[in-house]
């Protein structure tokens, strides 16, 4: 059972993997080194059909848990590699007698197996990891975790869709997304993290923290020590360089630029990499959780709501729409 869980989480391209690379090798922290993918992946499309059995949820764990880690280590020659095969072994075989259908069994069995893989005997440390859009299941694994911590990155959505619309060719195209499903997806899934994190800072804010990512860029040192100072280490020069497994961590950029530190290379360049009628989109569906957060709107709401009423003719057919004059 675990000690204390830290649970590092934001929307998709919102900067949370070069976030998270700010822990890697702190004395103090078991780290796993990317998404366990599982609280998505696997949680709740897979986990929850009725009629799915124990070995088919069995091998659904598996290929999750060795896509994830496969990119993180490049090859079996180096000597940072995971074998994927051979942690999956250990994982699923601290599953046994444990509810595969249970996110709070799930999460011991990654954090006791990682321990293991790794030969790491300190285990009163805390577990961290990162996953994708957890705010709103903060409550839920709280009851599993009453120590739980968890810290949610946000980003201005006009910046984070143009991270997301750089990656729609070669990426997300290949899970059936075009530019207006991802923009869909954006609208929907960062507006719950901006009301999540709203809820969770009011009801919880000894255990839950949100951090800008425009703060987090502009201002490492002092939030980083913030962060520090809520989940209980130390700081240490480290946090504040990005880094894999101990070597240089150059970012995850569609645009196929390498990073150095923390790099602030896109910061409020949407204007140049999104279109207008995108951001006018974004501004009417988010425009209220925009002005809590401090992310001022460039266009008036009639604009937006032009350019919204256009969009929901798409999104309307796309999602909605039933049609029952057949």
């Known amino acids: 059972m675990l000690n204390t869980l830290i649970v590092l989480t934001g929307h998709r391209k919102s900067g949370t993997s070069m976030f998270h690379r700010l822990f890697d090798g702190h004395p103090e922290l078991i780290i796993y080194p990317d998404d366990i993918s599982l609280l998505y992946a696997y ?22 848990v060795k ?3 496969s990119e993180v280590y490049e090859s079996e020659e180096d000597s940072r590699f995971v074998d994927g095969d051979g942690f999956s ?5 601290n599953l046994s007698g444990r509810d595969i259908r249970k996110k709070g069994d799930l999460i011991n069995a990654v954090a ?74 954006l609208l929907n899934r960062a507006r719950m993290d901006f009301l999540s994190a709203e809820v969770n800072l009011k009801q919880f804010p000894k255990d839950f923290m949100a951090v800008k990512f425009e703060d987090l860029i502009v201002s490492p040192l002092e939030v980083m020590k913030n962060v520090c100072e809520f989940i209980g280490i130390q700081f240490t020069e480290s946090l504040l360089i990005p880094t894999l497994v101990g070597r240089e961590y150059k970012g995850n950029s569609y645009d196929k630029k390498k990073f150095s530190g923390i790099s602030g290379e896109n910061l409020g360049k949407w204007h140049e990499r999104i279109s207008g009628h995108e951001a006018m ?37 796309k999602y909605f729409f039933s049609d029952n004059f057949k």
């Open 89 to 93: 072994d250990l994982l699923l075989k």
């Open 281 to 317: 989109i974004i501004e009417y569906w988010l425009g209220d959780v925009m002005d809590q957060w401090g992310y001022p709107k460039a266009f008036s709401s009639v604009e937006s709501q032009k350019a919204f009423s256009e969009f929901y003719n798409w999104y309307n057919c």
């Open 112 to 185: 006791e197996a990682w321990c293991s893989y790794k030969k790491i005997t300190d285990t009163e440390k805390p577990f961290l990891f990162k996953e994708t859009s957890q705010s709103i299941f903060f409550q839920e694994l709280k009851l599993n975790f009453p120590r739980l911590k968890m810290i949610a990155l946000l980003r201005d959505p006009r910046d984070n869709y143009a991270a997301l619309k750089a990656g729609v060719k070669e990426h997300y195209s290949k899970m059936g997304e075009g530019e207006l499903e991802t923009l869909a997806s």
């Open 43 to 64: 949680f709740p499309c897979y986990a929850y059909q009725p009629d799915a059995t124990p070995a088919q949820l069995r091998d659904r764990i598996r290929v999750v």
């Open 67 to 69: 896509k994830s880690l």
